[in-house]
């Protein structure tokens, strides 16, 4: 997993702005984080930039706890790239503005030449190498900013509405350059944007964020939950609804009386006409709503809560489910985790 994150707030002057109970990023995916102006879209890339520390919880990248010393930040700042909405360029060539952070890394002059030129070239900005930057359009802006983030070729790649205010020609070119980037370097990309379009054109994966809460697949499937018997050989919850769960005692002897459960999507799965005899954990509910992202399908079903579960297109497509059709669902004791419980959720 690249990112992951566990009861993660930020809080400006008494105002929580960023509340994720849990957030998930793949390596090597496109990802693309939707919401309103205010929703806390550009906190968030700040956090995963670690340009900013959470207020509570803990941020993972690559398996390891982020610990905020002076050491790990520097490390892991020269690993990624935040691209700004609104980039600034130095009053200087567009040549010496892509080779700045490269000059600050050390790069020798010759690497550090041939390093330009590719990122130039991929940005279409090649002959504009000598130009004031601050005679470029708004759209060029941003393609020179883009290109001096890819010249220190960056793990990771965060843009902050990289094609707002900027015309249909310049959007297109930049939205090419992520998906060629993502598909030839193989560099994982987080996108902010209003553009519903842009994110089924070129996620993996959707994040909405709304009042700094996420709504993603990867975020959803969280309900109040009570313990109703915990003895050595088995725990059952109740969720809202009434629903009721049974669930081996490990590795769950250490769930509260009151407390969250998180359901991942991805392992949800519907089950078959010919297995529908009687077995611990299967809900049967009715299908609302259907969505198909880039390569995966995302279900919402009701069964006395939403619950969300993920498809592949190759599951999807060999058994279409249909809004308003009734289904049963199976869920295994591998996709619970829990949390302890927070009076304020």
Same mark, same amino acid.
């Given at each position: ?82 691209? /700004? ?46 130009? /004031? ?70 996620? /993996? ?10 709504? /993603? ?129």
């Amino acid at each position: 997993m690249l990112y992951e994150a566990t009861g993660l707030t930020r809080t400006f002057k008494g105002r929580t702005v960023l509340n994720l109970e849990h957030l998930a990023i793949e390596s090597h995916a496109i990802y693309a984080l939707i919401g309103p102006n205010g929703a806390g879209k550009t906190t968030l890339l700040n956090l995963l930039a670690f340009l900013d520390r959470p207020t509570t919880g803990t941020l993972q990248f690559r398996g390891l706890v982020v610990r905020y010393n002076r050491q790990q930040l520097l490390e892991l700042r020269r690993r990624i790239v935040l691209v /700004d909405q609104y980039p600034i360029l130095f009053t200087s060539s567009v040549w010496k503005n892509v080779g700045f952070g490269l000059k600050v890394r050390g790069i020798s002059k010759k690497l550090r030449a041939h390093r330009i030129e590719q990122a130039l070239e991929l940005v279409g900005m090649e002959q504009f190498r000598q130009a /004031d930057a601050h005679t470029l359009s708004g759209g060029e802006t941003k393609r020179v900013a883009l290109a001096r983030a890819l010249a220190i070729e960056p793990e990771v790649l965060l843009c902050d509405e990289p094609t707002a205010n900027v015309d249909e020609e310049n959007q297109e070119i930049i939205l090419q350059i992520l998906q060629r980037i993502n598909r030839e370097q193989r560099t994982s990309i987080l996108l902010a944007t209003h553009y519903l379009a842009q994110s089924r054109r070129l996620a /993996d994966h959707t994040l909405m964020l709304e009042h700094g809460t996420l709504s /993603d697949p990867a975020s959803e499937n969280i309900y109040r939950c009570r313990v109703t018997r915990h003895d050595a050989n088995t725990l059952c919850c109740q969720l809202p609804g009434g629903i009721n769960l049974l669930l081996p005692h490990q590795p769950f002897a250490a769930v509260q009386e009151h407390c969250k459960v998180f359901i991942n999507p991805q392992e949800i799965r519907f089950v078959a006409e010919q297995e529908k005899e009687t077995r611990k954990n299967r809900l049967t509910g009715r299908i609302t709503r259907v969505e198909l992202n880039k390569k995966t399908v995302r279900i919402t079903i009701d069964c006395g809560v939403q619950i969300h579960l993920l498809q592949t297109m190759q599951d999807y497509y060999r058994s279409p489910p249909l809004v308003g059709q009734e289904k049963t669902i199976a869920l295994p004791d591998s996709g619970f985790r829990f949390s302890d419980f927070d009076s304020s959720y």
